[in-house]
């Protein structure tokens, strides 16, 4: 006989959209235990452009907070996502150089939980949450929650990830010079001509020229775009 899990499990593998297989996994979620799901995915700096994701059934009052106070800035949870895919459990000792943070969240019922995140090789980088159990977390509880947890960060990281253009084929890409490269990478760390000039030991003009013929080349209409397109072809 099929269990409440299994059945759950099997909904949220046949959506085909993220947004209907992230509710299906917040009822999952609440019948583990916790009060609380956080999905987000985005693009690493060469990864492909797209509208950020981010679902999640906080507080409003959590969600206004955490904006306005700016605490992705000293997050460590994220942080921590951002650099590794191993779980982390939400403890105060991790929070010991943000101290207001781990204390707005305490009084939004966000106190006990973990995070963990997937980074993949089309340059998507996803975070999934759980969080608001009733009491801290025991390596045994992580252990045995994990397995259902991955399986949501899986499937909804893989729902926004199939749904996104195939990149551009290597060959297709526009080939700039080993100068043009040199030029825009220099741009790109906020140096104008003038300066790569210096830096290069070349003519003004002949450093506006590379930048020229690199806006020309990569189909664009100014210099920060040219910058943009090159760093997205990951040539800078």
């Given at each position: 006989m099929e269990t409440w899990k299994e059945s759950q499990l099997r909904q949220i593998s046949n959506a085909r959209d993220v947004e209907s297989a992230y509710e299906t996994s917040l009822g999952l979620v609440r019948n583990l235990g916790f009060n609380f799901c956080a999905f987000s995915i985005t693009s690493h700096p060469r990864g492909p452009h797209f509208k950020r994701v981010n679902l999640n059934n906080y507080p409003s009052d959590w969600i206004s907070i955490y904006e306005e106070c700016q605490f992705s800035e000293i997050d460590p949870i994220l942080a921590h996502c951002i650099h590794s895919?191993?779980?982390?459990?939400?403890?105060?000792?991790?929070?010991?150089?943000?101290?207001?943070?781990?204390?707005?969240?305490?009084?939004?019922?966000?106190?006990?939980?973990?995070?963990?995140?997937?980074?993949?090789?089309?340059?998507?980088h996803s975070m999934l949450s759980v969080a608001g159990s009733?009491?801290?977390?025991?390596?045994?509880?992580?252990?045995?929650?994990?397995?259902?947890?991955?399986?949501?960060?899986?499937?909804?990281?893989g729902l926004v990830a199939q749904n996104l253009p195939e990149p551009v084929p290597h060959s297709s890409k526009p080939r700039l010079s080993a100068r043009e490269i040199e030029v825009?990478?220099?741009?790109?760390?906020?140096?104008?001509?003038?300066?790569?000039?210096?830096?290069?030991?070349?003519?003004?003009?002949?450093?506006?020229?590379?930048?020229?013929?690199?806006?020309?080349?990569?189909?664009?209409?100014?210099?920060?775009?040219?910058?943009?397109?090159?760093?997205?072809?990951?040539?800078?």
């Open positions: 895919p191993l779980p982390i459990l939400w403890e105060e000792k991790v929070f010991s150089k943000c101290p207001q943070l781990w204390q707005a969240q305490k009084t939004q019922g966000l106190e006990h939980g973990w995070s963990h995140s997937l980074h993949d090789d089309k340059g998507l009733t009491h801290p977390i025991t390596p045994y509880e992580l252990y045995e929650n994990l397995g259902y947890a991955l399986f949501i960060s899986h499937h909804l990281h825009l990478r220099l741009s790109a760390d906020g140096k104008t001509a003038f300066e790569i000039s210096i830096l290069l030991s070349l003519a003004e003009r002949t450093v506006n020229f590379h930048v020229s013929r690199s806006i020309q080349k990569l189909g664009v209409n100014n210099k920060i775009a040219a910058v943009i397109a090159a760093a997205r072809a990951c040539m800078i």
